[in-house]
């Protein structure tokens, strides 16, 4: 979610998203007295707010309904990354989509010295990926220093993305060789 960081309410209570408002107070009532600042030992005066920040949502019916749209949405988002981190194909298909890229990159330098820049949303239609999803990917290749932002706002590649296209096509072209001569 953009804005704010959210926060999880029901964890911070260590309660379930289904406590009844009885629960929800005896917890709270327990958890503020060990974190009030003035309880022994100074207390944490920031999490003291978050859990009665926490309360007041989740005891006033109008404020909780709310906050469970938000918590759904939030946990929705949460479970859609966990399984796109689970499913193991994911890391290749982005190595496949910068390899793409980078060789896209390699090839507009190369035929167009002097426009060597392509904009993010070309190469999202081109690579078949969303924005979102390559912008990612022209975070990781600047921060390598193999694409570079130019004067103009598009990106092209450097001199040591090049070198990677090269040797990246160097691996691919060497396995050719070597398949080539299994198949004889």
Do not use: C
């Amino acid at each position: 979610m953009s804005g704010p960081q959210f926060v999880d309410y029901y964890e911070l209570l260590q309660l379930s998203a289904n406590a009844d408002e009885d629960t929800i107070h005896r917890v709270f009532r327990h958890l503020a007295k060990r974190h009030h600042p003035d309880a022994p030992g100074g207390g944490d005066r920031a999490r003291f707010d978050r859990l009665v920040e926490a309360h007041a949502t989740l005891t006033d019916p109008q404020r909780r309904a709310e906050y469970d749209a938000k918590y759904e949405r939030y946990w929705n988002q949460t479970w859609k990354v966990a399984s796109e981190a689970a499913d193991g194909q994911t890391l290749f298909d982005d190595s496949a989509i910068r390899e793409r890229m980078l060789t896209l990159f390699y090839v507009q330098r190369r035929q167009n010295m002097r426009q060597p820049g392509m904009g993010e949303h070309e190469v999202a239609r081109l690579v078949g990926s969303p924005l979102e999803h390559v912008e990612f990917h022209v975070w990781y290749l600047r921060e390598k220093g193999w694409i570079q932002r130019l004067e103009t706002g598009m990106l092209a590649l450097t001199a040591n993305g090049v070198d990677e296209v090269e040797k990246l096509r160097g691996h691919e072209g060497a396995r050719r060789i070597t398949d080539a001569r299994s198949q004889s």
